[in-house]
């Protein structure tokens, strides 16, 4: 399935004349890209001819040899003049669009940015040659805009080839081997160029042994990869393992103050850099859940986090080390330690400890990429520390891509918020960094070998989204949506191309809300199944070590997260949204539970009580899914059949499922409270 990348999406590029002027790898991608619109649409392209043609649209280096071509010139002359009055750079992945007589001109500086252009020009279809369009300039907030794959090479016993997929099996790897499609590989590279994303780890952060040999005797199998992501202006990293001197070195320690484990870690990254010379980095999860770390050695995340990073510094790369730390042996009868607080504790004090080089991932919320959480005080908490932001588009929490929800409204929020209050810098200036230098954005990936890449059709949107989000935060997700879906649907595809736009806003816009509204309430998250995390289990994790509760009883419900009588954490926050967590009366609605226990009967800001809150929207939400179905049969036989019965089956799972939850929800809290539901309905 192609994805955001039908032919037809390239119609209106493909019917013109196109000329390409530029030398180089991502060039020849580009020429790729052009030839084979033109060759199905009757278009025509040139290479840098040395006469003059007659074009519509010229992609054109800016600092490449003088065109003889009259047209490419007066379009560059144009195209250089726009950029002057804006008085800004195009960057090694920016680009210009613009008219220049009756020709629209791409510029970039370096080939990356004509591929990006490319990739534009085919978004706007028509919009692309529309004589009136001024002069645009992009260029990505973001330097660095990457996927983490958790793929495994040998399939493990409990997760199976893809820890949390939900997408078939590996793109990378079958049954402990490289799997070897390239042209399925290349197609993959093509779809994250087009939605924006620049880097991409090709295995698991939890690194069990045959991941680990990636890193040396294996490097070959990730260099492969690299040849391929490369022409598509995509840089790999790997997932290590902090072990790695002692499992793969042979050496008694893997302390970082140890002269022999430098050593080795110098020489194994030299070794990796003259096999894949743009290698990106070390992506690291260190004394989390189990993988090995620096504590072992009395250490702390700085000096395991710098060690990497003095490898990586003479070649360009970066560590990636996570913030996802915290103890999953707790005592559930030990109420002071609380789970949300615990990356910051254990990170803040490092603050300007880390080495340039390095990036901290931090989760976006403080538990676990549950569908409503509080953003995560770590992400402004370490001014002089590089951070990037990390999203799930691997629906492990929100529906296991057996669900439709379209998690672009959920991280837009996110990338929006203020921490230090209304108004101030956001979650997206974190990410980019007062001078550009903030750590980006990072996501796991929701992609597997199955054949609509994602399992549910519809979650390919959540990937796109992330992409673009990554590119420009401050884009409008319900705009993205709208791209998404027309390149994916394209018009010249469908009899009612209207209706079939009308038809996935109305299914998809809100559907991370109504996720919401049938799950766990309030904030208070986890009432998952344990280990595989689907579907509802109220108390699947409340007496569990791993540290994630409700705390429900006959009164109330929540966890008391405040300073006065809680666990502190709302204090991790600056002092505007400290205070306004800490309030059960300013606390917003939606994250009321995460931060404080109250009686069924509290009024919420909507005027509901909590109980009565949670038995509306669980009814709602189910109705909301049921009407998501009746839509989407509207589009029986209006598009790919394939595709239309994919999701009409997922959507018979969502709404059983949605059932179940509403069901578990209201039953469990109507035995705990005894408070009916002020509409009599049924509940068990
Ligand atoms: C979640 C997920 C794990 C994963 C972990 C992580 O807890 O369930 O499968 O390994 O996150 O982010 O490292």
Redesign the pocket.
């Known amino acids: 399935h192609a994805a955001w990348l039908p032919p037809e999406a390239f119609r209106s590029l493909g019917a013109r004349r196109v000329l390409v002027h530029g030398d180089g790898p991502l060039v020849d991608t580009v020429l790729d890209e052009v030839a084979r619109a033109c060759a199905r649409y009757g278009g025509r392209m040139w290479h840098s001819p040395s006469w003059d043609v007659d074009v519509d649209l010229v992609l054109t280096l800016r600092r490449a040899d003088a065109l003889p071509s009259s047209t490419a010139q007066a379009a560059r002359a144009a195209g250089e003049a726009a950029l002057i009055d804006d008085g800004r750079t195009l960057g090694d992945e920016g680009f210009l669009l613009a008219r220049a007589g009756d020709v629209t001109v791409v510029l970039a500086d370096a080939p990356a940015g004509l591929l990006y252009g490319l990739f534009h020009v085919v978004r706007l279809c028509a919009a692309a040659f529309d004589p009136a369009r001024p002069p645009e300039l992009h260029r990505p907030a973001l330097r660095r805009r990457m996927l983490n794959h958790?793929d495994n090479v040998a399939v493990h016993p409990v997760?199976g080839q893809v820890?949390?997929g939900y997408a078939g099996g590996s793109i990378f790897w079958r049954d402990g081997r490289p799997r070897g499609d390239l042209a399925r590989l290349r197609a993959y590279g093509r779809l994250l160029a087009a939605s924006g994303i620049n880097a991409i780890s090709v295995n698991?952060?939890?690194v069990a042994r045959a991941e680990a040999r990636l890193l040396t005797d294996r490097l070959g199998d990730v260099a492969e990869i690299a040849d391929v992501l490369r022409l598509y202006g995509i840089r790999v990293h790997l997932s290590v393992t902090f072990a790695a001197p002692v499992a793969l070195g042979g050496l008694s320690t893997a302390d970082p103050a140890d002269e022999a484990v430098r050593a080795w870690w110098a020489a194994t990254t030299r070794a990796v850099y003259e096999r894949i010379p743009d290698f990106g980095g070390y992506v690291v999860?260190a004394d989390?859940?189990g993988q090995p770390g620096p504590f072992t050695y009395g250490r702390d995340h700085a000096d395991g986090a710098n060690l990497l990073a003095e490898a990586l510094a003479p070649h360009g790369g970066v560590v990636h080390w996570?913030a996802?730390v915290y103890d999953h042996h707790q005592d559930w009868r030990d109420r002071s330690t609380d789970r949300a607080r615990a990356a910051y504790d254990h990170f803040t004090p490092l603050d300007g400890r880390f080495r340039t080089n390095v990036v901290l991932q931090v989760?976006f919320g403080p538990v676990?990429?549950q569908v409503r959480e509080p953003v995560s005080p770590v992400l402004a908490a370490l001014p002089a520390t590089r951070v990037a932001v990390e999203f799930q588009v691997t629906q492990?929490y929100t529906g296991q891509q057996r669900h439709i929800c379209h998690l672009g409204p959920w991280w837009s929020e996110v990338l929006r918020f203020a921490p230090w209050g209304p108004g101030g810098r956001t979650i997206a200036d974190v990410a980019t960094g007062e001078k550009g230098e903030g750590g980006g954005l990072v996501a796991?990936a929701n992609t597997g070998d199955d054949p609509f890449w994602t399992g549910h059709p519809l979650a390919q949107a959540n990937l796109y989204t992330f992409g673009r989000l990554a590119w420009d935060p401050r884009l409008d997700p319900r705009a993205v949506l709208d791209e998404w879906m027309t390149l994916t649907f394209p018009p010249s595809a469908t009899a009612d191309p209207e209706l079939v736009r009308r038809t996935l806003h109305e299914i998809m816009d809100d559907s991370w809300r109504t996720y919401e509204r049938y799950t766990a309430p309030l904030g208070v998250g986890f009432m998952v199944h344990p280990g595989d995390?689907y579907g509802p289990d109220v108390d699947g994790y409340e007496y569990s070590r791993w540290g994630t509760y409700h705390f429900a009883d006959r009164d109330g419900v929540g966890v008391d997260r405040s300073r006065a009588s809680g666990t502190g954490f709302a204090g991790q926050y600056p002092p505007y949204w400290a205070d306004v967590y800490e309030s059960p009366e300013r606390c917003p609605d939606e994250l009321l539970l995460f931060f404080h226990h109250v009686s069924y009967t509290h009024v919420l800001h909507s005027g509901s009580t909590v109980i009565q809150h949670i038995y509306d929207t669980h009814f709602a939400g189910v109705e909301e899914v049921e009407a998501m179905r009746r839509r989407w049969q509207t589009l029986n036989g209006m598009i790919d059949p394939a595709v239309y019965v994919r999701v009409a089956e997922r959507l018979d799972e969502q709404v059983r499922s949605a059932i179940e939850w509403r069901d578990q929800i209201n039953t469990y809290f109507l035995r705990k409270s005894g408070v009916p539901d002020a509409h009599g309905r049924r509940i068990y």
């Open positions: 958790w997760m820890e949390r698991n952060v939890n999860k989390s859940e996570r996802f989760k676990d990429f492990e796991v995390h």
